[in-house]
């Protein structure tokens, strides 16, 4: 296992990134107000055809930060509310997924208030669905019958990749207890706690949800990428702020203004 040192720390570098940027531009010492409000699904997803993602499940939820104005979407299992200013989340030790959540969102919120990145708000209604057929095209146009690893269940996902690129060579891992060892479109469900680096020794290319930075998980797997040398991708608008500031690919063909 990767030791947590800060050099090896995803979030921890981000925080020394983000930290710069706030000083640049004179927001640290800025009263700001910060509201992370817990989302209902239908807030967070409206009404997709489907109803087995996640969020749908109650397994996560989407928090919604706002600072001066611009608004920003972050998925966890551990739903928080904070009202205070930016000085205070750049406080937080960010030990727990509560933490690194706010932290998570509050920066999207405030990269997208700075023009550093865009859409940051969660696709509605049949744009989910509509985002699984976008990926699976985009991997199947840039990496041709490749073996993928998908890292975090999202059905939509999952299900297209399948269509597209066949049983034998999908691999999924996840880490809701009821999904491990269940059977999702023809693929068995790995435990994502025993199971990652197996998939991505597998893989030809990992895609990787970006909740991986708010449940703690993001070191061991991004270690195992790069001591592997696979290519990877991070889906969705969770971790559109961190991608940003690390140079990491993202693909969130359907996420909102």
């Not at 998925?75 to 690194?100: H, W």
């Not at 708000?121 to 840039?142: N, R, T």
């Not at 197996?198 to 993001?218: A, C, H, P």
């Amino acid at each position: 296992m990767l030791k947590n040192r800060k050099e090896d720390d995803i979030i921890l570098k981000s925080k020394d990134k983000f930290l710069e940027i706030v000083r640049i531009n004179k927001l640290h010492d800025v009263k700001v107000s910060v509201l992370v409000k817990t989302l209902t699904p239908e807030e967070a997803i409206g009404e997709p055809g489907r109803r087995d993602f996640p969020i749908i499940l109650g397994k996560e939820r989407v928090i919604e930060a706002e600072v001066l104005g611009s608004k920003a979407h972050a998925f966890t299992d551990s739903p928080g509310e904070y009202l205070g200013d930016l000085k205070g989340v750049l406080n937080f030790p960010l030990t727990s997924n509560k933490e690194r959540s706010i932290y998570v969102a509050t920066l999207n919120a405030i990269l997208k208030y700075l023009n550093f990145i865009e859409n940051t708000i969660h696709c509605k209604d049949e744009d989910p669905e509509k985002c699984g057929k976008e990926i699976a095209s985009q991997l199947l146009k840039k990496c041709g019958k490749a073996k993928v690893g998908l890292i975090g269940l999202n059905p939509a996902i999952a299900e297209n990749l399948i269509e597209t690129f066949g049983t034998e060579n999908v691999r999924i891992t996840d880490l809701n207890k009821q999904n491990v060892n269940s059977l999702k479109f023809g693929v068995k469900i790995w435990d994502g706690n025993k199971m990652t680096e197996e998939l991505i020794k597998q893989s030809d290319i990992i895609l990787v949800t970006g909740t991986v930075f708010v449940n703690g998980t993001s070191n061991n797997i991004m270690h195992c990428i790069k001591r592997y040398k696979k290519n990877f991708t991070i889906y969705g608008v969770t971790g559109v702020g961190i991608c940003k500031l690390m140079g990491y690919n993202r693909i969130c063909p359907y996420s909102r203004k």
